[in-house]
């Protein structure tokens, strides 16, 4: 648990075999973390994800995670009025009992470049469940991500605006709509993107959006 106006910098380590209560990171207003060269492995949390951001910065760099698992929400983050910065990062295995099997977000900034997501899923929103938040994505690559009951195999999106360019969607599913996202009064933008084998249960087998401007 780091209180406000605190840098952390964790470097070069493995974690396996962690089970902890509500969160595992915990920030707080004005914290600035760093996470650089990290395993994390086999890791079970009750309520919120692994990693929780209020009012904070998040810097994550060579990191993979591996078979995380929250009983609430966000499999890894769940973040308010955050900014998360993430380059050449791996997501397998990445799960939560409600939405958000990777981000669970509210008023938050996502850029991630050169990040792989496979076998991600969650209740709603396979990777990410977004509110009022930006997320910006470049080379990234979706396997098996999907909701086990509700909408967005990748993405499930109200009042957002998501860019992504050069990406791969690959055997996205959701229960319900939008094989790869169900979105709400949100922006999406995507460029030079691959979708194969996406699929709903309902309409959308890629996209179900109301009221919002979608270009691919």
């Known amino acids: ?10 470097l070069d380590s493995n974690f396996t075999n962690n089970t902890s209560g509500p969160v595992g990171i915990n920030s ?7 996470l650089q060269n990290l395993i ?12 929780k951001s209020v009012n904070s910065t998040q810097i994550v760099q060579n990191v993979t995670y591996i078979n995380t ?6 499999g890894v983050f769940e973040a308010s009025d955050s900014t998360i910065i993430m380059d050449n990062v791996i997501f397998n295995q990445t799960s939560s009992s409600g939405p958000g099997g990777v981000f669970n977000i509210t008023n938050t900034t996502v850029n991630a470049t050169n990040v792989n997501f496979t076998d991600c899923n969650a209740s709603n929103g396979g990777v990410f469940n977004t509110l009022n938040s930006r997320i910006n994505l470049t080379n990234v690559n ?21 860019t992504i360019s050069n990406a791969n969607f690959n ?15 949100t922006n999406l ?4 993107a691959n979708f194969t084998n996406t699929k709903a249960g309902s309409p959308g087998g890629i996209v179900d959006f109301t009221s919002s401007n979608v270009s691919i």
């Open 189 to 192: 933008n995507i460029t030079n």
């Open 40 to 51: 994390f492995t086999n890791i079970t949390f009750s309520g919120y994800g692994m990693e």
């Open 142 to 162: 979706f396997t098996r991500c999907n909701t086990t009951g509700g909408n967005g195999g990748v993405i499930a999106s109200t009042n957002s605006n998501i």
């Open 1 to 10: 648990n780091y209180n406000e106006n605190t840098n952390i910098t964790i």
């Open 69 to 74: 698992i929250s009983s609430g929400t966000g």
């Open 28 to 34: 707080n207003v004005n914290t600035n973390i760093t």
């Open 171 to 185: 055997t996205t599913y959701a229960r319900s709509t939008g094989g790869a996202f169900s979105i709400r009064n």
